[in-house]
């Protein structure tokens, strides 16, 4: 039993070790590499933004921006599914969430369901 309990708190020991210089190496390689992703997803996002309606843009990008188009589109659908299942929708025109069935919205006043044009 006393070999088991050994077991179970031989990782926490770990901690109490210096770091060897090729760990402290291993770990500042892991950080630049998130850090280099999280540029690459806010470049990305940037990207898509600005060019999400250029006609102008190589094939190679308009597929991806269109796939990325697709799949807003499902996370908006399953959002709203989502917001049904709770019994709620969300104004067309402000966003806030409002109950199921509101024709107009308690925080704008405008009718909820359908985008008023300015
Ligand atoms: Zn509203």
Redesign the pocket.
Known sequence: MANFMDKLKAPLNIGHQEPTEIERVQQNMIQIEAEIQQKFTQLGSMFYRDNMNNDNLEESYKEVIELVKKLDENRKSFYAHKLRLEGNMM?M????I?PYGSVY?S????R?NEKETP
Do not use: T
Not at 93 to 96: F, L, P, V
Not at 107 to 110: E, H, S, V, W
């Open positions: 104004c025109n402000c966003g806030e409002i919205c925080k704008c006043g405008k909820a």
